[in-house]
């Protein structure tokens, strides 16, 4: 017989929900694979757009250590959407020596387009959950921005924090 919710520590609470947001996030990928590949851009490129997209005019250096690799491999990465037309290189007015990249109108296009690939699918998939189900996710999904938003005040207070981005 399953035991109750109340039964349950926060900590199982907890693993089961990883585990069912990593179910969740697999099932998610196998749809966007299609429409992600139609993109023509690596993991490590989008995430790079997105990171552009989120801060723009970043500074390389900047780029890099969010990304968690070498300048070198950032600066690849980044010549490469610049052949493709998606970001732009300009020079730091402040500092000469360090580059800042921006996203390109055709750059900005295509982060968008795979953001309304999420919100589309994330759409279908509300209105077809039960009233109950909608209304236990809404409160679960704005506590979790609530988390986020603290994480993101207390990381602007200290120099040079931000949320880490994994590959």
């Known amino acids: 017989m399953p035991r109750a919710v109340s039964d349950v520590t926060n900590e199982g609470i907890v693993a089961d929900l990883v585990r069912v947001f990593d179910r ?4 998610t ?12 851009v690596t993991m490590q490129q989008a995430k790079a757009l997105h990171l552009v997209q989120c801060s723009p005019s970043i500074r390389m250096s900047a780029l890099a250590s969010r990304l968690g690799v070498g300048l070198s491999t950032v600066s690849g990465n980044i010549d490469r959407l610049a ?11 402040a500092d000469r020596r360090q580059v800042v990249i921006t996203l390109t109108e055709q750059g900005q296009e295509i982060v968008e387009r795979f953001q309304d690939l999420g919100s ?21 999904v704005t506590g979790l921005v609530r ?12 120099p040079d924090a931000s949320l880490p981005i994994n590959d």
């Open 24 to 27: 969740m996030r697999e099932l």
């Open 29 to 40: 990928a196998q749809v966007h694979v299609p429409a992600f590949l139609s993109l023509d």
């Open 83 to 93: 052949e493709m037309g998606l970001v732009a290189r300009h020079d730091d007015p």
């Open 120 to 140: 589309q699918l994330m759409r279908e998939l509300l209105v077809s959950l039960e009233r109950d189900e909608l209304t236990g996710l809404h409160r679960g």
């Open 147 to 158: 988390a986020l938003e603290t994480r993101l005040e207390s990381a602007s207070d200290t």
